[in-house]
């Protein structure tokens, strides 16, 4: 059986994805590609990648339906492919991470792995078939790559255990780190599902890079972020689950000492106009409303040293 014969007769696409992508005329077009591109196992080269990376991009949902963004790391061979339909995972998310709840057989999880030094990324969908001491299992449901756009090269080191155990600080509304944090970042991390109503759907739960130049994460007064939508591989995985259930979990990471902020919240797509056109190189906006979220103070065992930025930045 090939890869493509694990694709459902409907395609790769939901009905938020298909709805963009007719919005733009290139609902054909997509099908086509994604019935080429997003498999239903994991290619070797896929299988490779994943076994040499110190950490995993992890996009979940918790009870309330909030999607959270959450990094796993450990040393490179920490994630490996058996077989190409599972990928397993020998790593705990740090006390304190909503990832934690959610590692349960048959909860769908969206993974990104992501090479920072050399801008690799390829992404796989699924759900824990297993979980044991050592981590958990998961079944490949959807496999495909992305391009390197966007992303800024960094190369990392392992940091010094830390002198006292990572911690967890939860609040409702963003302090001055989180603000100045948000300000001057070049990337961030977004986690979204489509089915509100149904936690057991694979098809559309993802995690996904978003990258630019410092700051081009706007934060208002109220504490409103305003996020551009630069063009792409036409997917719409973040946009398309946003139109059906327009909830978002963010992650950013304080390269240098090893925090973690997560946020999750309610989103708003801007389609056009002037505050679409007054973003340099943004095709689309979206507005994130934060409810809640917390900063895991110390949980990252990796620093990151800046390389330069993507070429493809605006």
Same mark, same amino acid.
């Given at each position: 059986?090939?890869?493509?014969?694990?694709?459902?007769?409907?395609?790769?696409?939901?009905?938020?994805?298909?709805?963009?992508?007719?919005?733009?005329?290139?609902?054909?077009?997509?099908?086509?590609?994604?019935?080429?591109?997003?498999?239903?196992?994991?290619?070797?080269?896929?299988?490779?990648?994943?076994?040499?990376?110190?950490?995993?991009?992890?996009?979940?949902?918790?009870?309330?339906?909030?999607?959270?963004?959450?990094?796993?790391?450990?040393?490179?061979?920490?994630?490996?492919?058996?077989?190409?339909?599972?990928?397993?995972?020998?790593?705990?998310?740090?006390?304190?991470?909503?990832?934690?709840?959610?590692?349960?057989?048959?909860?769908?999880?969206?993974?990104?792995?992501?090479?920072?030094?050399?801008?690799?990324?390829?992404?796989?969908?699924?759900?824990?078939?297993?979980?044991?001491?050592?981590?958990?299992?998961?079944?490949?449901?959807?496999?495909?790559?992305?391009?390197?756009?966007?992303?800024?090269?960094?190369?990392?080191?392992?940091?010094?255990?830390?002198?006292?155990?990572?911690?967890?600080?939860?609040?409702?509304?963003?302090?001055?780190?989180?603000?100045?944090?948000?300000?001057?970042?070049?990337?961030?991390?977004?986690?979204?599902?489509?089915? *509100?109503?149904?936690?057991?759907? *694979? $098809?559309?739960?993802?995690?996904?890079?978003?990258?630019?130049?410092?700051?081009?994460?706007?934060?208002?007064?109220?504490?409103?972020?305003?996020?551009?939508?630069?063009?792409?591989? $036409?997917?719409?995985?973040?946009?398309?689950?946003?139109?059906?259930?327009?909830?978002?979990?963010?992650? +950013?990471?304080?390269?240098?000492?090893?925090?973690?902020?997560?946020?999750?919240?309610?989103?708003?797509?801007?389609?056009?106009?002037?505050?679409?056109?007054?973003?340099?190189?943004?095709? $689309?906006?979206?507005?994130?409303?934060?409810?809640?979220?917390?900063?895991?103070?110390?949980?990252?065992?990796? $620093?990151?040293? +800046?390389?330069?930025?993507?070429? +493809?930045?605006?």
């Amino acid at each position: 059986m090939s890869p493509l014969d694990d694709t459902p007769v409907s395609g790769p696409w939901h009905e938020g994805e298909r709805a963009i992508q007719a919005r733009l005329g290139m609902l054909e077009r997509m099908d086509r590609i994604g019935r080429r591109n997003i498999r239903g196992v994991m290619p070797d080269q896929h299988r490779a990648f994943f076994a040499q990376l110190p950490f995993l991009i992890v996009g979940s949902v918790d009870r309330q339906g909030w999607p959270w963004a959450s990094i796993l790391a450990a040393p490179p061979g920490f994630a490996r492919s058996p077989d190409e339909r599972t990928l397993h995972i020998a790593a705990q998310p740090v006390a304190g991470d909503p990832l934690a709840e959610s590692l349960l057989p048959g909860a769908p999880l969206g993974i990104l792995g992501i090479e920072l030094p050399t801008r690799r990324r390829n992404r796989m969908n699924g759900h824990i078939s297993t979980v044991d001491a050592t981590g958990v299992s998961v079944a490949v449901e959807q496999s495909f790559g992305n391009c390197p756009q966007y992303i800024q090269r960094r190369e990392y080191v392992w940091a010094a255990p830390p002198a006292h155990p990572a911690s967890a600080e939860p609040f409702t509304a963003l302090d001055a780190a989180a603000r100045a944090l948000i300000e001057t970042a070049d990337t961030a991390f977004v986690a979204s599902a489509s089915r *509100a109503d149904d936690p057991t759907s *694979a $098809r559309g739960i993802d995690v996904s890079h978003r990258g630019g130049r410092p700051g081009f994460i706007g934060v208002a007064a109220d504490g409103t972020l305003v996020i551009p939508d630069y063009a792409g591989n $036409r997917f719409f995985n973040t946009l398309g689950n946003l139109l059906v259930n327009p909830r978002a979990g963010l992650l +950013f990471l304080d390269f240098a000492h090893g925090d973690l902020l997560q946020i999750t919240g309610g989103t708003e797509i801007v389609w056009d106009g002037p505050e679409v056109q007054a973003v340099k190189g943004a095709e $689309r906006l979206w507005r994130f409303t934060p409810s809640h979220g917390r900063w895991l103070r110390g949980a990252l065992p990796l $620093r990151f040293e +800046f390389g330069d930025f993507s070429p +493809f930045l605006p």
